[in-house]
């Protein structure tokens, strides 16, 4: 059998002050996981707010943000879903210090007040936040990109619809049912209602 040829196409000068950058079309490919940094930069925020609806207290809610990146730095390449890891990775660890330090009692600041620590209502709104942050995490990427473009995008249906290419209908019934998943795992950790 003979080998086959591909005729060689000679190399273009490129022209004076035009550099060609190759570009790389890939489609329907998953989206490609993000760097440890480029999660940090993402994610650092919300995970702080998180652990401080947690554990009430700043600093203790940086140290355990840091651990969890820490963690996460060194199980890196076993670790699909790096967000959602993160999130249950932080509730682990804030639970932990939680138990091993029941005794200390945070000090008071000016007033009265507990130094850093927002009221118990914003607390349990920022842990709800966490919460869904979380659950939103570990959905299918397709799950989560309908949540987004409806609820961070605010599109109707319809739009949604021309950009996925599914149909109106399923749009609808998808979204139905992904919120209703979403629902009971907040009702599983023990957030009911909208008042957290």
């Known amino acids: 059998m003979e080998p086959?040829?591909?005729p060689r196409v000679p190399a273009q000068p490129a022209e004076a002050g035009k550099t060609?950058?190759?570009?790389?079309?890939?489609?329907?490919?998953p989206t490609p996981t993000p760097t440890l940094a480029a999660l940090f930069e993402a994610?650092?925020?919300?995970?702080?707010?998180?652990?401080?609806?947690?554990?009430?207290?700043?600093?203790?809610?940086?140290?355990?943000?840091?651990?969890?990146?820490?963690?996460?730095?060194?199980?890196?390449d076993q670790v699909e879903n790096p967000r959602a890891w993160l999130y249950q990775s932080l509730r682990n660890l804030a639970i932990n210090h939680l138990r091993d330090h029941r005794r200390e009692a945070?000090?008071?600041?000016?007033?009265g007040a507990?130094?850093?620590?927002?009221?118990?209502?914003?607390?349990?709104?920022?842990e709800a936040v966490g919460l869904v942050r979380m659950l939103l995490a570990?959905?299918?990427?397709?799950d989560r990109q309908l949540v987004l473009l409806k609820y961070q995008a605010d599109l109707?249906?319809?739009?949604?619809?021309?950009?996925?290419?599914l149909s109106v209908g399923n749009v609808g019934y998808r979204l139905h049912h992904v919120l209703k998943g979403l629902a009971d795992g907040l009702r599983r950790v023990g957030v009911e209602g909208s008042g957290g």
């Open 138 to 142: 570990e959905l299918p990427p397709e």
């Open 43 to 76: 994610e650092e925020s919300a995970l702080l707010r998180f652990a401080l609806g947690l554990v009430g207290r700043r600093v203790v809610a940086e140290e355990l943000v840091q651990e969890a990146f820490l963690r996460l730095h060194q199980v890196w």
């Open 106 to 111: 945070p000090l008071e600041g000016e007033g």
């Open 4 to 6: 086959l040829a591909f």
């Open 156 to 165: 109707k249906y319809q739009e949604i619809s021309a950009m996925t290419g």
């Open 20 to 29: 060609v950058v190759p570009i790389a079309l890939t489609m329907n490919s």
């Open 114 to 126: 507990v130094a850093d620590q927002p009221p118990p209502e914003t607390l349990g709104r920022m």
